[in-house]
């Protein structure tokens, strides 16, 4: 069998990272890396289980290529294969089945007979590379995995790491890696992790997420940006201050916070067994504006969770992202996934669930409309070209904020400055005033531009 290969991505940015840690380990090994499935002798496809409606079709994709590519070795990772394996293996009977924690020791699978490998443990010490012609301008760097919660909807914890443990990158390897990365030309650096990079450091003692952002600003040099990933409000409430004061003595932080709430309801949130109070996120949320004003704020919602959601929850939480003005709300209806504590509660019916995510998105979009028309008039640095939209019309800036702003032409990864003209509930749409010029020309990443940036 030849040494071709292809790598197909379901899910977070962590899962990202981890598809490219497996490229760089692959190519090291001399394989090559092809985009068309066709011309791989090897197809990896990189699961999430963390929705019902990604299973389903992250099944039927294993079928169909279990059937077309009868000859072609086909490798399932991700953390589908620990929630899943008797399924990957019914639609997939070829398929060699790789647990979430072996992305760093792909080339053991490779080198293997095995077609079920399991890994308890992930060493957390290899990095991808950076390689300008697959990832354009920008580099997905984990920092750590796991979770120190334990939530009772959460099938990521089964998945990949959780129950109340976390397992971080040392602060010297990531602050190279991003050097690295940023000496060769990315412009983009995104931190993420498994369900909560406000955990980073936590196992380590002696520094935490805020000391590991100071360090990379005052060692890496150059222009580029840096995007936080999902930060859990307990978590985060231990460092906000430090944090804070670090994004604001540097540009090269967005000015975006991902900070989950999942539900308004105190009551609800002891279902869920999130470790904090609506107060407290409420206090999250407020320290930051008082300090960035302009800052993108988004969190999660769920709807319709177990255990008896009444029509009062439901409007605490509504009501909640009113009060507070939250840009960006990540909503779903809750979606019951095997193993966990929720799925054996009492289910709120799927049309009361349907009922309530019509009201909630209609309620949502007009506070992220208001909070959007703000910027109207507007001129605005800081902003980066960042991608194609994904019916291909037009540029998305991604602005000092990340507020994404559409224009009609521009270059991939060059800062820019943008006077804003319109906006809509999903974005900003501006006129391009001024562009940096660029000595480097970045692949077009042609994808939908809003949903897998926010999950981590």
Known sequence: MGNRFTVVTFGCWLNKADSDIMITKLKSLGWEYVEDLGSADTIIVNTCAVREEAE???????????????GKRLIVTGCLTKVRPATIKDVAPNAVLVSSHGAELIDEVVNGNADVHVYEDRPAKYLPNYYPELHGHRYVVPIQVGCLGNCSFCVTKIGRMGFGRVKSYDIDDIVNAIANAVSKGAREIY??????????????????????????????????????????????SRIIDKLLDIVRSDWRVYRFFH????????RVLMLMRRKYSVDLFRDIVMRIRRVFPDATIATDIIVGFPGGETDEDFWASVKLIEELGIDKVNLARYSRR???????????????KKERSKIATDVFNKVALERNRMFIGREMWGGIVSEVDFKGENYVIRSYNYKPIAVRRADIGAFVKVRVTDATSQRLFGQLLETESLGVRYRVDFRITEGLDLIS
Do not use: C, H
């Open 259 to 266: 900070v989950p709430v999942q539900s308004g309801s105190d």
């Open 56 to 70: 389903r079709n992250e099944l039927k994709l294993l079928k169909r290529l279990s059937e077309e590519y009868p």
């Open 191 to 236: 931190l993420t992790g498994g369900q909560e990079i406000s955990a980073y450091g936590r196992d380590r003692g002696g520094y935490d997420l805020a000391d590991l952002l100071e360090k990379i600003l005052s060692k890496v040099d150059g222009r580029f940006m840096i995007r936080l990933g999902m930060m859990e409000p307990l978590e985060l």
């Open 338 to 352: 095997p193993f966990t504590e929720a799925a054996y509660m009492e289910q709120v019916p799927e049309q009361v």
